[in-house]
């Protein structure tokens, strides 16, 4: 049979992990989807350096569209990065009936609804298992291992970077910006960390992630985005002493009024197993009404984890390219005809628990007027502790029950108004994950 | 589009949360698949159960040969476990062009090269999720997610009820016999727990991925079993302090000489993920040379669970039922052609590290003895713990470095004909799973 003819988009980190692997693996990865899957051809925007790993053997240059539109290649894989010309690129691939594989979550969150329509209209596909946390088959698993399930909610560790620094900010009590440097001097981290650490990488991730889960348009603008730029190496350690580990968390929840799709650090019983997930690894645990919770574990980023996720995809195009467009396995999970309009919520009514931390006078009275003043906003209090804080003063710890964010958000300018309060109060959100 | 009728052999737990699952999340279901997944039909060695919760609307009998034959059913889903009339009625089902979806571990392990001959002969899908590991989607993560990858080794915790009966040993120091008997009580394990206590249960689901692993034919008769019943409470508290906790794992490997296939305890270290994966749940790492360590995480039994993965089967066929059958996933992750006949070791064969614990003469020169032992028979010591028992007597442990079994049990039999040593030598071996 003839071989699948791969031309490569870009030819990075990712690029030539992807061509590595068909290599070494050629042989394995031949007997598993029937024929040879071989790169035919390679575009980049600077040869060099594919030159000197193709030699004469496969054809390299910077001739992007060329690629897209050469009868010799069967599948485009994209590769570059960016959602300008990447966008451009997957369009008139798709355009000149193509098949497409994406590392690239930024085009997919931003420009997925038309990539996917398009594929829909052209009978092509579009994998993208690279595009969310790395080499775990987390797409896969939702999009087909947990079709039968009305699913609820899930929740990840969906961005190496900041867990390898809450990581370090814990275990060795480093501050932000000591931990984020390590973070960059191992390569974890990269000059420019803003995309990871302000949370926009994690949000493109989980809002694919929510697409497949709950069959609605991609919809990033919707998301709630927060980083880890503001977490306080104090409130790691009260967090340990209460039983829990901060994470950064992707979740996506289905509620009545809508669906909640947020980032942001979160308190995690130290006993869940997500909790124990350290270093660069990612993690997702999605639960579902069926099956109840499933949790899928590995590496979220690296040269040959990515690549893992991107051969898996041209072997999935392989073995079913063949197949009846109309019939296969949907881009997003649910049929294309088939994605409802359920809103996003808005931050302020999304309900979950918080963390609460004051520095207040310490004297009688003062947790009374708290007390008082949650109970006000409909907040009532899971657990808290106390304990002095030099002279007169007392730091104090609230772990709530599930509340409104609008509620608490209120609740916590009433309280920082007041005069036995002496700074901002620190609030990061708590989930149970049961 | 016309609904994908189901004729549903046997309604027993997994059967009725089939059902259950399929009526509840119709609408959900139909949105991914692309069509209504109806049960059409229902056969069962006792109706009674059946007819009370279809009444007339799906015709109910005792006749599992006229479903298995009657054209108004595209899919079997086969779950009344045993393999001889369960055997039969799968091959007679795809004898007749029906796609199967069978949940029975058992009949695959046994006689699953037969069963998927004959239904790549007859172009049928044969789907078995629910085989392994109950909810979680490590078939397809498998057969499909890590298709990039030669896979190294795999090790899972694939058995609930043993899982179970170990974390109530640990966290309330029980002997096996009432840790059993309370797993009996809560419906953990079955009257007769032989099948899941004595690891062939485990080893059926072992034989299953090792074979989705590797590429090799289905060879349960040459996998080695040992169970939990000969655990000692003792060993189990050892561990802990050790660093180490036991579970029974189902474990296979690759090495140059030939395929580790072998179901036994194991001490694992506390810190890996799968170590902290207590009660009645399943887990599975797998390790490939691109990827590195994935791990799949997720209730192991249960009706919805299981019922989750054998509806996820149904929808695959629903999705790909009219894809060309040569160009299709293949059932066992590798074109059947392209089988390897790479040998299962013998159990001597197999290299591991080895938890040993000895009662010894507490004097001068025995522990020269020992180790002079181990040394001539290529045993080298990681660590070692001694501890006093009682006048004149000490306990031993040694924790040895990876060691070939046959030259262990060499050891082991010289050390105990040795006089100082007090009883027989209890080995437990040591996965570091790294």
Redesign the interface.
Known sequence: MNPMKVGLLGFGVVGS?TYA??T??AE???????RQIVVSKVATRTPAKAVAVFGDKVPVSNDMAGLVADPEVDIVVELIGGTTLARELVLTAIENGKHVVTANKALLALHGNEIFALASKKGVMVAF?AAVAG???II??IR???????IQWLAGIINGTTNFILSQMREHGLPYETALAQAQQLGYAEADPAGDVKGIDAAHKLTLMASLAF?IPIQFSKAHIEGITDLDQQDIVYAERLGYRIKLLGITRRRDQGIELRVHPALVPTKR?IA??EGAMNAVVVN????????????GA?S??T??????D???VT??????P?????HL???PS?LSDTPILNMEDVRTCYYLRLSVEDRSGVLADLTRILADHQISINSMMQEQDGENRAIIIFLTHESREGDVNTAIKTIEAMPFVHSSITRIRLEHLD
Chains 1, 2 share one sequence.
């Open positions: 992990g692997v068909l070494r693996n394995e990865i031949s007997r598993r989807a029937g298992e080499g775990i088959p896969k698993a087909e291992g947990l079709t039968a399930n009305r069959g197993l124990n997930v579902g009404d069926a099956v109840g919770d499933t949790l899928y574990y590995g590496p690296g040959e984890a690549a893992s996720a991107v051969v898996a041209l072997v999935d073995r079913l390219h063949t197949s009846d109309g019939n296969r396995v949907p999970a649910f049929q088939a």
